[in-house]
T-cell receptor, first 114, second 112 residues
Framework: GAVVSQHPSRVICKSGTSVKIECRSLDFQATTMFWYRQFPKQSLMLMATSNEGSKATYEQGVEKDKFLINHASLTLSTLTVTSAHPEDSSFYIC??????????FGSGTRLTVV | RKEVEQDPGPFNVPEGATVAFNCTYSNSASQSFFWYRQDCRKEPKLLMSVYSSGNEDGRFTAQLNRASQYISLLIRDSKLSDSATYLCVVNLGSTGRRALTFGSGTRLQVQP
């Protein structure tokens, strides 16, 4: 149990387009999901906390209008990178807390904006 | 100051060696502590939780010193498969309510 499925695993998009990343908790309900971003040789940095049925909480410096988060159900949270630019190229990863197993992570999405 | 600080390495060690990683955290209110392992271009995976009493899992031993806000990981008898980045991680709140805070990782390369 405690599986978080993240799609796509890799995406290449043109500058100015939008990309949607999905995270699903497959066998448990996740009222809260966390979205991180990791640049090469750097730490995972929290971008936002996604709460089912309410607005996401964004970390300082993360543009909420650029990184749209939707958590419409207890098993699905999405992150949309709007008007992507090359500097948005990064590894995006979601995480949810399973009630008994603890934190579990999606497999990550490697975004390349060209 | 970073919330969780680690020596980035890399640590290059021969197979069979013992290697130790250290980490410090800035927030004394941190409640739980972990070591994660991250392979290149993959998600982090929990290696072990860290307790004040110290804990061991096979070749891995973790220690926590709350007074010094210091966490350590010892790997004995290193294997080639131990090559990865080791992330020191703290949690300011209870599980699920707060996100984990990650160090930038220490890279380990075990050589034949």
């Amino acid at each position: 149990g405690a599986v978080v499925s993240q799609h796509p695993s890799r995406v290449i998009c043109k500058s100015g387009t939008s990309v949607k990343i999905e995270c699903r908790s497959l066998d448990f309900q996740a009222t809260t999901m966390f979205w991180y971003r990791q640049f090469p040789k750097q730490s995972l940095m929290l971008m936002a906390t996604s709460n089912e049925g309410s607005k996401a909480t964004y970390e300082q410096g993360v543009e909420k209008d650029k990184f749209l988060i939707n958590h419409a159900s207890l098993t699905l949270s999405t992150l949309t990178v709007t008007s992507a630019h090359p500097e948005d190229s990064s590894f995006y990863i979601c995480s949810a807390a399973h009630p008994t197993v603890g934190y579990t992570f999606g497999s990550g999405t490697r975004l390349t904006v060209v | 100051r970073k919330e969780v600080e680690q020596d980035p390495g890399p640590f290059n060690v021969p197979e069979g060696a013992t290697v130790a990683f250290n980490c410090t955290y800035s927030n004394s209110a941190s409640q739980s502590f972990f070591w994660y392992r991250q392979d290149c271009r993959k998600e982090p995976k929990l290696l072990m939780s860290v307790y004040s009493s110290g804990n061991e899992d096979g070749r891995f031993t973790a220690q926590l010193n709350r007074a010094s806000q210091y966490i350590s990981l010892l790997i004995r008898d290193s294997k080639l498969s131990d090559s990865a980045t080791y992330l020191c991680v703290v949690n300011l709140g209870s599980t699920g309510r707060r996100a984990l805070t990650f160090g930038s990782g220490t890279r380990l390369q075990v050589q034949p």
